[in-house]
T-cell receptor, first 112, second 113 residues
């Protein structure tokens, strides 16, 4: 059974701080990795994708991937109250139908 | 919502009744997915489709069936709804243009009494 694990939180950070969200996965053959943000009562929204080891930056967001450690993380710099949401990690383990396995999500609260 | 609509957005039904949820996309994407989201379980794949009349099961397919007779529509049917199927249902599409990203519709909240 392919598993994706996240700390459920809640993770609470002050406004302006760096929020660090972590995710581990069990399938060593996993090939692509995604972070989604989900506000309460809304659908998941893709914020980052990463395919290769290392860092990928997009604005205030940085995704980090370490395939050897089976670990992917999301850093949010200069956190804002509007970043308060649940963050979902998703992993694609290859195969021809591109199925994703999701973690249960980490609730982030950014305090003004 | 990446050109995806779901209907109905909310539904309350009784145990034992059939229910069909519709996912409609406007971009002719080949891959479509149905997920359910429950507290403590996260998003779980129910069924997916990789083309017209081409569908397969996900990890929680028991009690659900799907159909895709047109590229733009992917239907999820609960043949005889049970209270355990009370959930929020999301449809997703994979554009497939250089990556494996999936984009989600707005969701359907289903309550089975």
């Amino acid at each position: 059974q392919k598993e994706v694990e996240q700390n459920s939180g809640p993770l609470s950070v002050p406004e302006g701080a760096i929020a660090s969200l972590n995710c581990t996965y069990s399938d060593r053959g996993s090939q692509s990795f995604f972070w989604y943000r989900q506000y309460s009562g809304k659908s998941p929204e893709l914020i980052m994708s990463i395919y290769s080891n290392g860092d990928k930056e997009d604005g205030r967001f940085t995704a980090q991937l370490n395939k050897a450690s089976q670990y992917v993380s999301l850093l949010i710099r200069d956190s804002q109250p509007s970043d308060s949401a649940t963050y979902l990690c998703a992993v694609n383990s290859g195969g021809s139908n591109y199925k994703l396995t999701f973690g249960k999500g980490t609730l982030l609260t950014v305090n003004p | 919502d990446a050109g995806i609509t779901q209907s109905p957005r909310h539904k309350v039904t009784e145990t034992g009744t059939p229910v069909t949820l519709r996912c409609h996309q406007t971009e002719n994407h080949r891959y479509m997915y149905w997920y359910r989201q429950d507290p403590g379980h996260g998003l779980r794949l129910i069924h997916y489709s990789y083309g017209v009349k081409d569908t397969d099961k996900g990890e929680v397919s028991d009690g659900y069936s799907v159909s895709r007779s047109k590229t733009e529509d992917f239907l999820l049917t609960l043949e005889s709804a049970t209270s355990s199927q009370t959930s929020v249902y999301f449809c997703a599409i994979r554009p497939g243009q250089g990556g494996n990203e999936q984009f989600f519709g707005p969701g359907t909240r289903l309550t089975v009494l």
